[in-house]
């Protein structure tokens, strides 16, 4: 950790005061910031990223956890497919998701674990009206530097709609459904169809379409954006207040379509090689994969810099026979210590994990300056729960990846004890050009180096 | 819920009394430590209740508190116990103020804005552009609330939902307009034999007589004759064109080469005298005549001469030439050999859809066919390729047999013999013509569009109509419907503004139109169902919804989709109101009412999760997708039926009848039914009957390997008995940490996990309902065993003690909480007709429901024709915060 740094927070302890201040990029020696790629002093080039990938249900902890601290610390069974990422991956224990606990709320851990994993807010316990919560991290980030590329963030996923009617104890689907909050009551839609979000990536439904019908297309769509923003300004006060909410979202959602149209001068066509999706795969597998390839392509022609992709929505029966686990995931989860149930939640785990190595492997072989995409970028992996069976949302299994463009000191297991979790979204948030001083429960950072 | 109560005159005074006295010392001594002023836990402050209006005001937070208390929730248990005495009178006074009054003035409830779900956006669109176009399915799902996809608080809008909006607005469009014509333009065709023209007409019994040459043998088809030119010149016919426009003339012609100097026959269109387009060439013989098309003319409407010339065939002196040469060379020749007119008629096996003709007579025409002698004079030249008309010079050589009069200057009123266009002696190309077409006017007219195009563009600018006068025809239309009510000439007056500016781009009107389209598609007048308050800042009142949004209501509620033309005929006179009983019956006799089954049932009785059950397969091999299909087309059809024939809904329970296909009834174990439709069957097997035998409900509540009575009853709990067990409460010990390992068959370990009081208050309410239906394997087939070989027990003993010995006992005691069933139907219907979730308020209305359908045998319609006239769905409270916002 810097001096520097050091010298500050000592300072405000000292004066007796909690506030975090954000963290500033000039904070940092150069070498810390920059990293060892750069010594000709310039920032390492290629923008940053982060990303959240998240787990449903928790995690075989005893299989997950490596018991050793340190950089010399050996690769759990879980995460031994990631043992080619070792140096680009830090391990992290010991984080808290308070707001996933009851807190008199009673049951709904599924629920809470997904909303409240990257809000750090507790959910209001509701089935629909007055849905409350609080901007999710990515968002936050969004937010701030969402203006430089052409989708501020990308929400994927790959399950929706299989929670039919209720789903968790009293809890509106919004929650269990949705990690990205864009407001204290907006969940924002994940896209799980991957056609879909190449297309709207490389703005495009037909590759044959030609440049000038395409420049007609979105010159078109730019005007009926126009009309319908005045038509709807104009019967908003006549409105109710939730109602005025449901217009707000309306607006917000044309509002945004339209400065994306407008910052977008030139479309990127899409990378060499990348392939159009057709529709949605029916496995798993196939499906994932896509949605992966899709958030490497948004990296890699620098169309977002935030996405969020949970491989399932909270309390997911999605069974998994690839990995010899043809059986329900929420299910096995609730192992009951059987030994046969944790058995299938590790192989379950493995198989997600080996997702993540595609993702990695994808990354890490796209040149970026002296780097990889991967050496650019922050991806938190993990889950709001920890012990399926337990629902306890403490020492959550967490990986980071990546190197942040330098700004964090891999290969390494640590253990940031009771810390919320959302300590190190807010230090992600520093390193994404985004600082803020508080978000949900956070106390404070995490140095991550 | 608690019941609507007899009205109790409520002292204000004394309620607040006893709420000092009694509630607010208990808040202070177990809850003020963490709900109080300082940082209150989860935002739930419970020190601010210091008068009566304030707890009026928050029944939401006050029913928290009770909910919270009565479960034993709250306090934590970690912390001291309330005495029972304490306890007890808090409780009451709980009970007493929560529970509803039913005479006063009542709260209709306010229903958030709803935006379409994917569903109502699919059969929106449909009706309003008479597509089959299902954009919403590629649409992000709709999240549910209070059980049902259609609840406006939950339904949120986001940026990818709107781009995929806009795309889906853009492409439906162009279905629904930008689309080819489905009937092709007319045409009028005329068989080139009976036309006049400049020479005789072919006698078409000679035509048909006339036999070709055996061009190839194994050919048996017949060939055209048509119209055979004996000598160049023209055929033509007046025709009154329809409309102006552009048009395409068509020939199907043959011909042969001049043996002079090998040219083919030219022709060339003419209309009112003036060649139309360049002259063309017949390529063809006569076994393959060829259809040659000229280039698009522009006509005017009303009569003009259409004609076709053959320019260069011989002259009628040349003709007249030959023929006196062949005349001579037949008296030379030897008698006999000399064949009669040479009608040599050339046939052979062209293609000849044009002018069939039968096999025999074909045959007979080859028999009599004369070979026309070879041209003689070799000198003759034939019309310049360019289209010349005449020969140079007229050389006479053999005769062209057809010849009947050498040349008329107009029709030859006899018929003529057949021409041969084999080849002409004069040494001039011959031609046969099967027929004249006018095809058009091409451009589409609307009556040849399809019914999406006419339904949208409902006018065409023309000699009578602007262009701006039809585009707000269509505009003013189309808007009504797309907003479910009349349009505002203001709106109409900034659409048509748009529509100006798309038309000054230089579009076609269509363009324009479609341009203009896609902004009320993408409008939120569209995209949500909007009830407008009738004044800006009347928000406290109750106010009637108009005809209008009660159209709305009424059409999305039992059709999930928009109102149909008389729906809105109604509500545009005003009319709707007086009309509304007529109009439920009918919308529940229209087809569109099995949206009710779909959106309703699917999601009442879970169907919908059907489509993701996965049971194990290891273990029940036989289930498959046509079985899961089965057994949702039973259930879907079984509430049909309840639907249809207006039954009683106690059927739901148990009835004596259901639908069934032959490998449904397999799996049932009923025989006699064969074959892969449905149809209605009377139950003989007491083992089945009402939707707790169905094996979707029982596949629903089951785990992949096995049957889970919990779930099961649970489900029975929840969605026929409105009496949802609590989740169970936080920090339960999990089983194997309480100390003791559950050991046993599947119901002992059931009976372990109950001996924790924690659980057994709830579980006591699920488990027996659920055990009472274990004749049932977890694909819901009958079984006497379970897997393991042991002996089904479905014996369990119900809370108030009452003992059943399986499913037909269960059944009979559900059908004895008709009141109970028919409350928790009025409640989860009510909840889809209104897009809400209930309030307390709503009480007083679900038990009028209840009580009408008890006082009408339980029929369906009386469910449904309630709850529209209810004061939820025809009114609107104008309040603007709701009651829960803390």
């Given at each position: 950790?810097s001096?520097l740094?050091?010298?500050?927070r000592?300072?405000?302890?000292?004066?007796?005061t909690a506030?975090?201040l954000?963290?500033?990029?000039?904070?940092l020696p150069?070498?810390?910031?920059?990293g060892?790629?750069?010594?000709?002093?310039?920032?390492l080039?290629g923008p940053r990223r982060?990303?959240w990938i998240y787990?449903?249900n928790g995690?075989n902890?005893?299989?997950?956890?490596?018991?050793?601290y340190g950089?010399?610390?050996e690769l759990s069974?879980?995460?031994?497919p990631l043992a080619?990422?070792?140096?680009k991956?830090?391990v992290?224990?010991?984080?808290?998701?308070d707001?996933?606990?009851?807190?008199g709320?009673?049951p709904?851990?599924?629920?809470r674990?997904?909303?409240?994993y990257l809000?750090?807010a507790?959910p209001?316990?509701?089935?629909?009206?007055n849905i409350k919560?609080?901007?999710s991290?990515?968002q936050?980030?969004?937010?701030?530097?969402?203006?430089?590329?052409?989708?501020?963030?990308?929400?994927l996923?790959i399950?929706e709609?299989k929670?039919?009617?209720?789903?968790?104890s009293?809890?509106?689907?919004?929650y269990?459904?949705?990690l990205s909050?864009r407001g204290e009551?907006?969940?924002v839609?994940?896209d799980?169809d991957?056609?879909s979000?190449f297309?709207?990536?490389f703005?495009?439904g037909?590759?044959?379409e030609?440049?000038?019908a395409?420049a007609?297309?979105?010159?078109?769509?730019k005007?009926?954006l126009?009309?319908?923003l005045?038509?709807a300004?104009?019967?908003?006060?006549?409105?109710?207040?939730?109602d005025?909410?449901k217009?707000?979202?309306?607006l917000?959602?044309?509002r945004e379509?339209?400065?994306r149209?407008n910052?977008t001068v030139v479309e990127a066509?899409?990378?060499?090689?990348?392939?159009?999706p057709?529709?949605?795969p029916r496995e798993?597998?196939?499906h994932?994969?896509?949605m992966?390839?899709?958030?490497v392509?948004?990296?890699?022609?620098d169309?977002t810099?935030v996405?969020?992709f949970?491989?399932?929505?909270?309390?997911?029966?999605q069974?998994?026979?690839w990995?010899?686990a043809d059986?329900?995931h929420?299910g096995?989860s609730?192992?009951?210590?059987d030994a046969?149930k944790l058995?299938?939640?590790a192989?379950?785990n493995?198989?997600?994990v080996e997702?993540?190595?595609?993702?990695?492997?994808?990354?890490?072989?796209?040149?970026?300056?002296?780097?990889?995409i991967l050496d650019?970028s922050?991806?938190a992996?993990?889950?709001g729960n920890?012990d399926?069976?337990r629902?306890?949302?403490?020492?959550?299994p967490t990986?980071l990846l990546g190197?942040?463009g330098?700004?964090v000191?891999?290969?390494?297991h640590?253990n940031?004890?009771?810390?919320p979790i959302?300590n190190?979204?807010?230090s992600?948030m520093?390193r994404m050009g985004?600082?803020?001083?508080?978000?949900g429960?956070?106390?404070?950072?995490l140095?991550l180096? | 819920?608690?019941?609507c109560?007899i009205?109790?005159l409520r002292?204000?005074?004394?309620?607040?009394d006893?709420f000092?006295?009694?509630?607010q010392?208990?808040?202070?001594?177990?809850?003020?430590?963490?709900?109080g002023?300082?940082?209150?836990?989860?935002g739930?402050?419970?020190?601010q209740y210091s008068n009566?209006a304030?707890?009026?005001k928050?029944?939401?937070?006050?029913?928290?508190?009770?909910d919270?208390?009565?479960h034993q929730e709250?306090?934590p248990?970690?912390?001291r116990r309330?005495?029972?005495?304490e306890f007890?009178?808090?409780?009451?006074?709980f009970?007493?103020?929560l529970?509803v009054d039913?005479?006063?003035?009542?709260?209709?409830g306010?229903v958030?804005l709803?935006r379409?779900n994917?569903?109502e956006y699919?059969n929106?669109l449909?009706?309003?552009?008479?597509?089959?176009?299902?954009?919403?399915?590629?649409?992000?799902?709709?999240?549910?609330?209070?059980?049902?996809?259609?609840n406006g608080?939950?339904l949120?809008?986001a940026p990818?939902?709107?781009?995929?909006?806009?795309?889906?607005?853009?492409?439906s469009?162009?279905k629904?307009?930008?689309t080819?014509?489905?009937?092709?333009?007319?045409?009028q065709?005329?068989?080139?034999?009976?036309?006049?023209g400049?020479?005789?007409k072919?006698d078409p019994?000679?035509?048909v007589?006339a036999?070709?040459?055996n061009f190839?043998?194994?050919?048996?088809r017949?060939?055209p004759?048509?119209?055979?030119?004996?000598?160049?010149?023209?055929?033509f016919v007046?025709y009154?064109f329809?409309?102006?426009?552009?048009?395409?003339?068509r020939?199907?012609?043959?011909g042969?080469q001049?043996?002079?100097n090998?040219?083919r026959p030219?022709?060339a269109f003419k209309i009112?005298d003036?060649?139309?387009?360049a002259?063309?060439t017949i390529?063809?013989?006569q076994?393959n005549?060829?259809?040659y098309?000229l280039?698009?003319?522009?006509?005017?409407?009303g009569?003009?001469?259409?004609?076709l010339?053959f320019?260069?065939?011989?002259?009628s002196e040349?003709?007249a030439a030959?023929k006196?040469?062949a005349?001579v060379a037949?008296a030379?020749a030897?008698a006999?050999?000399?064949?009669?007119?040479p009608t040599?008629q050339v046939?052979a096996?062209?293609n000849?859809?044009?002018?069939?003709?039968?096999?025999a007579?074909a045959r007979?025409?080859?028999?009599?066919r004369?070979?026309?002698?070879?041209?003689?004079?070799d000198?003759?030249?034939?019309?310049a390729e360019?289209?010349a008309?005449?020969?140079?010079?007229a050389?006479?050589?053999?005769a062209t047999?057809a010849a009947?009069?050498?040349?008329?200057?107009q029709?030859?009123?006899r018929p003529?013999?057949?021409?041969?266009?084999?080849?002409?002696?004069?040494?001039k190309?011959?031609?046969?013509?099967?027929?004249?077409?006018?095809?058009?006017?091409?451009?589409p007219?609307?009556?040849?569009m399809?019914?999406s195009?006419?339904r949208v563009m409902i006018?065409q600018?023309?000699a009578?109509?602007?262009?701006?006068e039809a585009?707000e025809k269509?505009?003013?239309?189309?808007a009504?419907?797309a907003?479910?009510r009349?349009v505002?000439?203001?709106?109409?007056?900034?659409?048509l503004?748009?529509w100006?500016k798309?038309?000054a781009?230089?579009?076609?009107?269509?363009?324009s139109i479609?341009?203009?389209l896609?902004?009320v598609l993408?409008s939120?007048?569209?995209l949500?169902?909007v009830?407008?308050?009738?004044q800006?800042n009347?928000?406290d009142?109750i106010h009637?919804?108009?005809?209008?949004?009660l159209a709305?209501?009424l059409s999305?509620?039992l059709w999930?989709?928009?109102?149909d033309a008389?729906l809105?005929?109604?509500a545009d006179a005003?009319?709707?109101r007086?009309s509304l009983?007529t109009?439920?019956?009918?919308?529940?006799?229209d087809?569109?009412?099995?949206?009710?089954?779909e959106?309703?049932?699917g999601?009442?009785l879970?169907?919908r999760?059907m489509q993701?059950?996965s049971p194990?397969?290891?273990?029940?091999p036989q289930f498959?997708q046509?079985l899961?299909?089965?057994?949702t087309?039973e259930t879907e059809?079984f509430f049909n039926?309840?639907?249809?024939?207006n039954?009683?809904?106690l059927?739901f329970?148990d009835a004596?009848?259901?639908?069934?296909?032959?490998?449904l009834?397999?799996?049932y174990s009923?025989?006699g039914?064969?074959?892969?439709e449905f149809?209605r069957?009377?139950?003989?097997d007491?083992h089945?009957?009402?939707?707790?035998?169905h094996?979707?409900v029982l596949?629903?509540?089951?785990y992949?390997?096995?049957?889970?009575?919990?779930?099961?009853?649970?489900?029975?709990?929840e969605?026929?008995l409105?009496?949802?067990p609590?989740?169970p409460?936080?920090?339960v010990?999990?089983l194997?940490?309480a100390?003791?390992?559950l050991?046993?068959?599947?119901?002992q370990?059931m009976?372990?996990h109950?001996?924790n009081?924690?659980?057994?208050?709830?579980?006591?309410?699920?488990?027996p309902?659920?055990?009472?239906l274990?004749?049932?394997d977890?694909?819901g087939?009958w079984?006497t065993?379970?897997?393991?070989?042991?002996?089904?027990?479905a014996?369990?003993?119900l809370p108030?003690?009452?003992?059943i010995?399986?499913?037909?006992?269960l059944?009979?005691?559900?059908r004895?909480?008709q009141d109970r069933?028919?409350r928790s139907?009025?409640?989860r219907m009510?909840?889809f007709a209104?897009?809400?979730g209930?309030?307390?308020?709503d009480?007083c209305v679900v038990?009028e429901?209840?009580h009408?359908?008890k006082?009408n045998?339980y029929k369906?319609?009386v469910l449904?024709?309630e709850i529209?006239?209810?004061?939820?769905?025809q009114?609107?409270?104008g309040?603007v915060?709701?009651?829960?916002?803390?």
């Amino acid at each position: 950790m810097s001096n520097l740094i050091m010298s500050r927070r000592t300072l405000l302890r000292g004066m007796g005061t909690a506030v975090a201040l954000p963290f500033l990029e000039s904070m940092l020696p150069a070498t810390r910031l920059f990293g060892a790629e750069s010594a000709a002093g310039g920032k390492l080039p290629g923008p940053r990223r982060v990303a959240w990938i998240y787990v449903p249900n928790g995690v075989n902890i005893p299989h997950w956890m490596p018991t050793e601290y340190g950089s010399s610390y050996e690769l759990s069974p879980t995460l031994k497919p990631l043992a080619a990422f070792r140096s680009k991956m830090t391990v992290v224990s010991g984080l808290v998701c308070d707001k996933a606990n009851a807190n008199g709320d009673g049951p709904g851990d599924h629920a809470r674990a997904m909303s409240a994993y990257l809000t750090g807010a507790q959910p209001r316990k509701t089935e629909g009206a007055n849905i409350k919560l609080g901007m999710s991290v990515d968002q936050a980030i969004a937010g701030k530097i969402g203006h430089l590329t052409k989708f501020p963030s990308l929400e994927l996923g790959i399950e929706e709609g299989k929670q039919i009617g209720r789903c968790d104890s009293g809890y509106s689907c919004a929650y269990s459904h949705s990690l990205s909050w864009r407001g204290e009551e907006t969940p924002v839609v994940k896209d799980c169809d991957p056609q879909s979000v190449f297309d709207r990536l490389f703005t495009s439904g037909d590759p044959r379409e030609s440049a000038e019908a395409r420049a007609r297309r979105e010159n078109d769509r730019k005007s009926v954006l126009d009309y319908v923003l005045q038509d709807a300004k104009s019967f908003q006060g006549n409105l109710g207040s939730a109602d005025k909410r449901k217009m707000d979202e309306y607006l917000t959602s044309i509002r945004e379509i339209e400065i994306r149209l407008n910052r977008t001068v030139v479309e990127a066509p899409p990378p060499s090689g990348a392939e159009r999706p057709t529709g949605k795969p029916r496995e798993f597998p196939d499906h994932t994969k896509l949605m992966i390839d899709m958030m490497v392509l948004a990296f890699q022609a620098d169309l977002t810099r935030v996405v969020t992709f949970p491989f399932a929505d909270e309390g997911s029966n999605q069974k998994y026979p690839w990995a010899d686990a043809d059986v329900p995931h929420h299910g096995t989860s609730h192992h009951q210590g059987d030994a046969a149930k944790l058995e299938a939640l590790a192989r379950i785990n493995v198989f997600h994990v080996e997702h993540l190595r595609y993702l990695l492997e994808k990354l890490d072989s796209i040149q970026e300056g002296n780097g990889s995409i991967l050496d650019n970028s922050l991806i938190a992996y993990g889950s709001g729960n920890s012990d399926g069976q337990r629902h306890n949302h403490d020492n959550l299994p967490t990986l980071l990846l990546g190197k942040g463009g330098g700004t964090v000191t891999p290969g390494r297991h640590v253990n940031y004890d009771g810390q919320p979790i959302n300590n190190l979204w807010l230090s992600m948030m520093d390193r994404m050009g985004a600082p803020m001083d508080r978000l949900g429960d956070s106390t404070g950072r995490l140095s991550l180096s | 819920m608690a019941g609507c109560v007899i009205p109790t005159l409520r002292a204000a005074d004394a309620e607040w009394d006893q709420f000092k006295t009694h509630v607010q010392p208990f808040l202070k001594t177990h809850c003020y430590e963490c709900h109080g002023e300082e940082e209150p836990e989860n935002g739930f402050r419970l020190d601010q209740y210091s008068n009566l209006a304030a707890i009026v005001k928050d029944r939401k937070g006050i029913e928290e508190i009770f909910d919270k208390l009565s479960h034993q929730e709250m306090p934590p248990k970690e912390k001291r116990r309330p005495a029972p005495a304490e306890f007890a009178a808090v409780m009451a006074w709980f009970e007493s103020h929560l529970q509803v009054d039913c005479t006063g003035p009542r709260d209709p409830g306010r229903v958030t804005l709803r935006r379409l779900n994917r569903a109502e956006y699919n059969n929106t669109l449909h009706d309003l552009l008479g597509i089959d176009f299902r954009p919403a399915d590629a649409f992000p799902a709709d999240v549910a609330g209070y059980g049902f996809d259609n609840n406006g608080d939950v339904l949120s809008m986001a940026p990818v939902l709107m781009e995929k909006y806009l795309a889906a607005a853009r492409l439906s469009l162009d279905k629904a307009i930008k689309t080819d014509p489905i009937v092709p333009p007319p045409s009028q065709r005329w068989e080139a034999a009976t036309l006049e023209g400049t020479f005789a007409k072919t006698d078409p019994n000679a035509a048909v007589a006339a036999s070709g040459p055996n061009f190839g043998a194994g050919l048996r088809r017949t060939s055209p004759v048509g119209r055979v030119f004996p000598e160049r010149g023209e055929i033509f016919v007046d025709y009154d064109f329809p409309a102006d426009g552009e048009y395409v003339l068509r020939l199907r012609a043959y011909g042969t080469q001049g043996s002079a100097n090998r040219a083919r026959p030219q022709v060339a269109f003419k209309i009112d005298d003036l060649p139309m387009d360049a002259p063309f060439t017949i390529k063809e013989d006569q076994r393959n005549t060829s259809v040659y098309s000229l280039k698009k003319v522009r006509v005017t409407a009303g009569k003009h001469r259409v004609a076709l010339a053959f320019l260069n065939g011989p002259s009628s002196e040349e003709v007249a030439a030959a023929k006196a040469a062949a005349e001579v060379a037949a008296a030379a020749a030897p008698a006999g050999t000399a064949a009669p007119a040479p009608t040599a008629q050339v046939a052979a096996v062209g293609n000849n859809e044009d002018n069939p003709a039968g096999d025999a007579p074909a045959r007979r025409a080859r028999e009599a066919r004369v070979v026309t002698p070879p041209p003689v004079d070799d000198a003759v030249e034939a019309a310049a390729e360019a289209g010349a008309v005449a020969p140079k010079s007229a050389t006479p050589a053999a005769a062209t047999p057809a010849a009947d009069p050498p040349r008329r200057p107009q029709a030859a009123q006899r018929p003529a013999a057949v021409a041969t266009p084999a080849g002409s002696p004069t040494g001039k190309p011959t031609l046969g013509v099967i027929y004249l077409e006018a095809e058009g006017p091409l451009a589409p007219t609307p009556d040849r569009m399809p019914e999406s195009y006419r339904r949208v563009m409902i006018a065409q600018p023309s000699a009578t109509v602007s262009k701006p006068e039809a585009a707000e025809k269509i505009l003013r239309s189309f808007a009504r419907k797309a907003f479910r009510r009349p349009v505002r000439d203001d709106e109409l007056k900034q659409l048509l503004a748009f529509w100006t500016k798309a038309d000054a781009d230089g579009r076609s009107f269509d363009d324009s139109i479609h341009l203009t389209l896609q902004t009320v598609l993408a409008s939120p007048q569209f995209l949500f169902r909007v009830e407008l308050e009738p004044q800006a800042n009347e928000l406290d009142g109750i106010h009637t919804l108009n005809d209008h949004e009660l159209a709305t209501r009424l059409s999305y509620f039992l059709w999930s989709t928009t109102p149909d033309a008389e729906l809105s005929a109604l509500a545009d006179a005003g009319k709707l109101r007086a009309s509304l009983a007529t109009q439920v019956q009918r919308m529940m006799k229209d087809p569109r009412s099995h949206s009710l089954i779909e959106n309703f049932a699917g999601q009442w009785l879970q169907l919908r999760q059907m489509q993701n059950v996965s049971p194990d397969l290891k273990l029940f091999p036989q289930f498959d997708q046509q079985l899961r299909t089965a057994m949702t087309k039973e259930t879907e059809l079984f509430f049909n039926a309840i639907m249809q024939e207006n039954r009683s809904v106690l059927d739901f329970l148990d009835a004596d009848f259901t639908f069934l296909n032959e490998r449904l009834a397999q799996h049932y174990s009923i025989a006699g039914v064969k074959g892969e439709e449905f149809r209605r069957v009377q139950l003989t097997d007491q083992h089945r009957g009402g939707i707790l035998t169905h094996a979707s409900v029982l596949t629903i509540t089951s785990y992949p390997s096995r049957t889970s009575p919990v779930q099961r009853g649970k489900w029975v709990l929840e969605n026929l008995l409105d009496d949802a067990p609590p989740p169970p409460p936080p920090n339960v010990p999990a089983l194997d940490e309480a100390g003791k390992v559950l050991s046993g068959t599947l119901r002992q370990r059931m009976e372990q996990h109950r001996s924790n009081s924690q659980c057994a208050s709830c579980h006591s309410r699920m488990d027996p309902i659920g055990f009472g239906l274990e004749n049932y394997d977890a694909i819901g087939a009958w079984r006497t065993k379970d897997q393991d070989g042991s002996e089904i027990d479905a014996s369990s003993t119900l809370p108030d003690g009452r003992k059943i010995a399986g499913a037909e006992d269960l059944k009979e005691i559900l059908r004895g909480q008709q009141d109970r069933f028919a409350r928790s139907l009025a409640d989860r219907m009510l909840t889809f007709a209104l897009g809400r979730g209930l309030e307390a308020s709503d009480n007083c209305v679900v038990d009028e429901i209840v009580h009408a359908l008890k006082q009408n045998d339980y029929k369906f319609s009386v469910l449904v024709n309630e709850i529209v006239n209810s004061d939820p769905f025809q009114k609107r409270s104008g309040k603007v915060a709701k009651k829960g916002d803390l």
